[in-house]
């Protein structure tokens, strides 16, 4: 098993892992999260009626732009090429929407930080285009539920 803190130098201090030495693969995360909201607004999101436009189609190139850029939110995460990007939306037909964030990379590091950030900027463009109908909106939780490749092999949530 890797150091569980291989995030800090010799000095204790913060580093970018080097992963020059880790063999290629190919890489998968998926990641969800969630917005609880009033019956009323998930209804008018559905109906593209909300005013500040089609609430799905921004999230979801919120979500995209999000995962394209991770390593610039996240300090030690490394700048990625990522091969694919999807984001799909679901909902309970009364007050959550349900999102899922799936990134995919050909590399010698994962993804997930990309799927959760992904996840995370979607359902926070929701709450943005919707917050002037209703501010106690509730984001989360957001977790990953899968990613496969890489040395540690692949994970399930439970």
Request: with cysteine; net charge negative; glycine share 8%.
């Amino acid at each position: 098993m890797a150091d569980p803190l291989s995030h800090f130098n010799e000095e204790g201090r913060a580093r970018m892992v080097d992963v020059s030495d880790k063999e290629v693969s190919k890489r998968t995360a998926v990641a969800c999260s969630s917005v609880a909201m009033h019956s009323d607004t998930l209804q008018r999101i559905k109906q593209g009626q909300v005013q500040k436009g089609d609430v799905l189609a921004v999230a979801q190139v919120a979500g995209i732009m999000a995962a394209k850029n991770t390593a610039q939110w996240i300090p030690m995460c490394h700048p990625l090429m990522l091969t694919g990007i999807n984001i799909s939306f679901r909902d309970n037909d009364d007050d959550t929407l349900f999102i899922e964030a799936t990134v995919k990379t050909t590399g010698k590091t994962g993804v997930e930080m990309e799927a959760l950030t992904a996840a995370s900027a979607a359902a926070l463009t929701i709450y943005d285009m919707c917050k002037a109908m209703q501010k106690d909106m509730i984001i989360g939780p957001t977790y990953l539920v899968m990613k496969s490749g890489g040395q540690h092999g692949d994970y399930t949530i439970g």
